[in-house]
């Protein structure tokens, strides 16, 4: 089942958030509402969660647009989704992006500023979602309880909401300390209007996100017919594998053992299983892939947005493709492929039969020229019965942001760094996924094959334009440096060396000014 944004109609008048410059994780929400008197609905406690869930699919109080939850940027722009693909997909060997829009082509390139829109807004997205979190769980504690009229099942649905709002939680301070790294620790247990925050480092948010996906565990539904897009215990262990697989970057200290126990909980809870037709994972019935463990809902008639899987979509599309085979109502000439990502899929990797050539140069000459690169329509609004979706300006194609597939990568990536687990268990899982996209055994690597540089190549062939990107490049340090080069990597067609202070984007300026406690990265 989707969310629908119908749900969150009451919780958006109750948390409606001021969204103008500093983004103060310890003021409190603001609203005509209060909880005085929104509260007395008890239905009011799961359209508040929704809404937190919604925070991550929509740009604002009103769908498309109107309403935004952020300012400084144009509303469409500013949708978390939307934003955290652009960071994770742009500056990369993956993606470019055609249009000239202040602040957008310095992503493409890896030369943004600290005043770069789309950097501010990315900052400024996560915090409103933790801020949203915060507030849930502060009218959800048992003192905010205590005076309301809640029945004893209430509570007990409650308790299972908390637990998915510190999904939620962890999920974007997730983000947070991977594209910025030390940045404020706020919970609900800090005081309403007291001093700015303190600033945490990147360990201690490690830790803090650990812990809390630990806590939380057992109190997340098991997979069932009404947990679709939201958090259950599977979608927890996997981003305790994502988490993991990452502790080097984030720590120093790497933990390819959690990372693989974390990935391997999920391939053995049996709820998931390769979907057969790879294709139908990016499609607008992708909701029913039995491969998708936690998505982004998007719901072309109730969830309407400009920026989410409609962006993708409508920027996939241009030249002398036609739109009505994606299932929308126009192309917007925007992403393609850099070359180096076309390089990675031989002929018979089916995994690329959505490739689009016609009219467009492998060679990226230009990032303005949509037709410089191979288009790559890899989402569609399409259904995998050939109809088009519900709405076509609004796509209805969720954004699946953990599949099992990469669990099986997870579990290969950690075994060959040392995390246990077994060599010939991590071949079958990258074979299985070969055999998927080859169509038989044809493109079955062996034992000798299987080494850390190929895992990278084959997250970049099954994960594309899945916003892993930059993180793993990060991983593999091969997103800075000299060491790999792409098109347009530092601002030539060629591609040049880029500085390693880039491995995090840059605080805010205006979050410097306005929180003293707050040290720019290095390097900005």
């Keep these: 089942m989707k969310i629908k944004i119908g749900m969150i109609a009451l919780a958006s008048a109750a948390i409606l958030i001021g969204a103008g410059g500093c983004t103060d994780t310890v003021v409190q929400p603001k ?34 647009a109107g309403q935004p939850d952020i300012q400084g940027i144009d509303e469409g722009f500013s949708q978390y989704l939307r934003l955290y693909w652009e960071a994770e997909e742009l500056p990369t060997d993956e993606a470019a992006i055609a249009w ?48 309301r009229n809640v029945s004893a099942d209430l509570k ?52 803090f996100v650990v812990s809390e996906l630990k ?3 057992d109190q997340l539904p098991e997979p069932g017919p009404n947990t679709y897009g939201r958090a259950t215990r599977p979608a927890d262990d996997m981003l305790l594998a994502e988490v993991y697989l990452n502790a080097g970057v984030y720590t120093g200290t790497p933990d390819y053992t959690d990372a693989l126990t974390s990935a391997q909980a999920v391939i053995n809870s049996g709820y998931y299983s390769l979907n057969p037709n790879y294709r139908q994972n990016f499609m607008a019935d992708n909701n ?70 016609n ?40 954004f699946p942001v953990f599949r099992l597939a990469e ?32 169509g038989g055994t044809s493109g079955d690597i062996t034992d000798a094959q299987l080494t850390l540089p190929f895992i990278l190549n084959e997250r970049g062939r099954e994960l594309l334009w899945e916003a892993h990107r930059r993180t793993d490049l990060v991983r593999y340090g091969e997103f800075t440096g000299g060491s790999y080069l792409w098109a347009w990597k530092g601002g030539t067609q060629a591609g040049t060396a880029t500085q390693d202070f880039r491995n995090l984007y ?15 990265n290095p390097g900005y």
């Excluded at 840059?506 to 929180?515: D, F, K, M, R, Y």
């Design 156 to 207: 007990t649905k409650i308790q299972q909401y908390r637990a998915e709002a510190r999904f939620l939680r962890a999920f974007s301070y997730w983000n947070g300390m991977d594209l910025f790294g030390n940045i404020p620790l706020v919970t609900e247990k800090d005081s309403l209007g007291s001093t700015p925050p303190k600033q945490a480092t990147r360990a201690d948010l490690y830790s």
């Design 215 to 217: 806590d939380i565990h």
């Design 31 to 64: 609203s005509a509402i209060t909880s005085a008197n929104v509260f007395n609905d008890p239905s009011s406690y799961r359209a508040f969660l929704a809404k937190v869930y919604a925070g991550l699919a929509v740009s604002g109080q009103q769908g498309p």
């Design 407 to 438: 669990a099986y990568l997870i579990y290969a990536e950690a075994q060959l760094r040392g995390g246990g687990g077994s060599r010939a268990q991590a071949l079958a899982y990258v074979n299985a996924l070969r055999e998927r996209a080859y």
């Design 100 to 147: 000239n829009d202040v602040g957008l082509p310095e992503m493409n390139t890896q030369l943004w500023a600290a005043s770069n829109s789309f950097v501010v807004a990315m900052y400024y997205r996560i915090f409103f979602q933790i801020g949203m979190a915060n507030e849930f769980l502060r009218e959800t504690s048992d003192n905010a309880l205590a005076g």
């Design 288 to 357: 029913t892939s039995p491969e998708i463990i936690f998505s982004i809902p998007q719901d072309g008639t109730h969830e309407q947005t400009w920026g989410g899987v409609t962006f993708l979509v409508h920027a996939e599309c241009g030249g002398n493709m036609n739109n009505a085979d994606y299932g929308v109502d126009g192309c917007w000439w925007g992403i393609r492929l850099k070359p180096q990502a076309y390089a990675l899929f031989d002929s018979t990797d089916k995994r690329a039969s959505y490739f689009y050539t």
């Design 359 to 398: 009219g467009q140069s492998v060679d990226m000459s230009s990032i303005p020229n949509f037709q410089a690169g191979v288009a790559a329509p890899k989402f569609t609004n399409m259904t995998s019965s050939g109809h088009a979706g519900s709405n076509a300006t609004f796509v209805d194609t969720d």
């Design 506 to 520: 840059p605080i805010p300026e205006s979050e410097l000014v306005a929180n003293p406690n707050l040290k720019q």
